[in-house]
């Protein structure tokens, strides 16, 4: 059913629902729109809508060939809406969930483009602060790119910041999601532009292996191994690739690339990349699962908490269909917490088929191959020395009473 957005647009369908609010297909003066209408709830708080008035310069001036823009905000009795560029494609996410993972370079060739929309956001001032799959849109229209990819564009500037209000989010508590947290935010630093990054490296990652470096569990598990872990080597791809996503996954904020040089690095390493398959890598998340079920809970998991980190926004809130399309506002864990590392490396990436080390399977495995040797070493023992008392026996057998007394010691 169409309903009016202020005076000049109409919202006719929904294209999707996120944590933030819906996205509707619209109409304005100048033809089709995308509408973001935020949650009544927060559109009632005028903190928010001050804020969210306060944001529409800076977001109407963010114009990118790779970022939505952003056409107009409305602020109309209940309704709090951005009215966007719409972008005919579906989202990275989508694709993901299709694929599974991408062949490097079509991965790269995204991630290049989302950099240079961060680039010209950061040089205008703006943080993303919420950079996921969920929130790149692949435009089905526009030109093929290298591996066949599609042009990408990063939408929903503004949203995490609009709601991160100081009322809603107090100094001891997290915005984002939690996959995509940079280790700053999670110590309770403010967020600046190397969070993008760090948020863009794991995006990178995922379409590379499938899965995140630090993702699994419960969501303060994963807030901790972003603080205490360090990322593991990704089998099968360039070391050059994997140095540029290791140093963007840096705990230092400051040894993170620019935007700017991460997309200029990214498109000089497409050449290298053409024609690689995707990355032959296991998912180790059935593992993760069966490792928290035999271990002591570290943390207790609300009730109706989801998994992976999907936990409302907003309180009363139902997370979406998506389990990472959600943000998280939680505590921010203390130094005691921090220190105690998680259990191991959460998400060893390893070659198709093979136990993640530490894992249910692997201890199974090594145990199976523990007692086959330790049965091997008995069988070869007992050969060893069954062959020893036939050899024996043997000599004794055909030995002579003149060997015999050859081989005695002599008499004093």
Known sequence: MARKIGSRYTANQILGRGSAGTVWLGEGPEGPVAVKLL????????????????????????EHPHVVSVRDLVVDGNDL?????????????????????????????????????????????????????????????GPLGPGGSHPALLTDFGVAKLIDSPRRTRATKI????????????????????????????????????????GGGHPGAVLRRHVTETVVPLPGIPDELWQLIVQCLAKAPASRLRASELGARLRELLPLLAGMPPLDVDE??????????????????????????????????????????????????????????????????????????????????????????????????AAAGVGLWAATAGDDAGATPQDTKNSAPASP
């Not at 969070?195 to 863009?200: K, M, S, T």
């Open 81 to 141: 809406a951005l009215v966007m560029d719409l972008v005919r494609g579906t989202d990275l996410r989508t694709r993901l969930d299709r694929d599974k993972r991408l062949a490097p370079e079509a991965a790269v060739a995204i991630v290049a483009d989302i950099a240079d929309g961060l680039a010209a956001a950061h040089a205008a001032g703006v943080v993303h602060r919420d950079v996921k799959p969920e929130n790149v849109l692949l435009d089905m229209q």
């Open 284 to 381: 180790p998340d059935a593992e993760a699962e069966e490792d928290e079920a035999e271990a002591p809970a570290e943390e207790p998991v609300r009730s109706g908490a989801v998994r992976r980190g999907a936990v409302p926004l907003v309180p009363g809130a139902k997370p979406a269909d998506s389990n990472r399309d959600t943000h998280t506002s939680m505590r921010v864990p203390g130094p005691d917490e921090l220190a105690g590392g998680a259990l191991g490396t959460a998400r060893v990436p390893r070659a198709a088929g093979a136990p993640r080390p530490g894992s249910a399977r692997h201890r199974a495995a090594t145990r199976r191959r523990r007692v086959v040797l330790g049965a091997a070493a008995v069988i070869l023992v």
């Open 39 to 62: 949650r009544e709830d927060l559109a009632s708080d005028q903190e928010l809508v001050g804020r969210f008035v306060q944001e529409r310069t800076a977001l109407l001036g963010l």
């Open 175 to 214: 915005i984002g999601t939690p996959d995509y947290l940079a280790p700053e935010i999670v110590e309770g630093l403010p967020p600046r532009a190397s969070v993008d990054i760090y948020a863009l490296a794991t995006v990178l990652y995922e379409l590379l292996a499938g899965f995140t470096p630090f």
